[in-house]
């Protein structure tokens, strides 16, 4: 069975773009989160999206956003990107939600120059 | 505010050396406590779920308990494979909304 895929693994911008990443869940998860991982902060709960709804919301500043497709594939979007931005960002499925066990990608390096 | 703190931040065990990570929460609504371990470059993998006071999960030579208030997880002679990032997390569903809050993770090293 294959597990959670996140594209790219790797990735640099420069402060003020955008960047796209993605994921695409175990197959038959509908919920699909997303993560911010720093060595300062350590691991924050962006938001969930669920039936192409998000469902969640952490307390992050609306320059992120996501979606989620009929497919239950996700993809994530930061907007005018800063420096502190740099961080991997993880994606984890679930069959149904926050309450079950997560499973997640090995995520995207995001550096910003 | 959910508040998940685990202690202490970094462990150094010789092998078959056993002993017990913490994680303390300040939740209201909690709905699940889990643990995951992080290796290196790699994402969290799952290791326990626990739902209520008093629950225990046993798997190899790791074993999870929870009481209102905090969660150990106990490795009992663990082996240098064991070496990883150990991360608790909470999943709550308060005014806040319905979320998930990490704790700091705890870097296991064991030493041959």
């Known amino acids: 069975k294959a597990g959670v895929t996140q594209t790219p693994r790797y990735l640099i911008k420069t402060r003020g773009q955008q960047v796209t990443l993605s994921c695409s869940p175990i197959?038959?998860?509908?919920?699909v989160s997303w993560y911010q991982q720093t060595p300062g902060q350590g691991l924050q709960f962006l938001f969930e999206?669920?039936?192409?709804?998000?469902?969640n919301k952490g307390n992050f500043p609306g320059r992120f956003s996501g979606r989620q497709f009929s497919n239950s594939r996700s993809e994530m979007n930061v907007s005018t990107l800063e420096l502190g931005d740099s961080a991997l960002y993880l994606c984890?499925?679930?069959?149904?939600?926050?309450?079950?066990?997560?499973?997640f990608g090995d995520g995207t390096r995001l550096s910003i120059l | 505010e959910d508040q998940v703190t685990q202690s202490p931040e970094a462990l150094r065990l010789q092998e078959g050396e056993s002993s017990s990570l913490n994680c303390s929460y300040t939740?209201?609504?909690?709905?699940?406590l889990f643990w995951y371990r992080q290796d290196p470059g790699k994402g969290p993998e799952f290791l326990f779920t626990?739902?209520?006071a008093g629950e225990e999960k046993e798997k190899e030579r790791l074993k999870a308990t929870l009481t209102k208030k905090e969660s150990f997880l106990h490795i009992t002679a663990p082996k240098p494979e064991d070496s990883a990032t150990y991360l608790c997390?909470?999943?709550?569903?308060?005014?806040?909304?319905?979320?998930?809050?990490f704790g700091g993770g705890t870097r296991l090293m064991v030493k041959p």
């Open positions: 999206y669920f039936s192409e709804t998000q469902r």
């Open positions: 197959s038959g998860h509908r919920s």
């Open positions: 626990l739902y209520s």
């Open positions: 939740v209201s609504g909690l709905r699940g």
């Open positions: 997390a909470v999943q709550a569903n308060n005014n806040a909304g319905n979320m998930l809050t």
């Open positions: 984890a499925s679930s069959r149904t939600g926050l309450n079950q066990p997560q499973h």
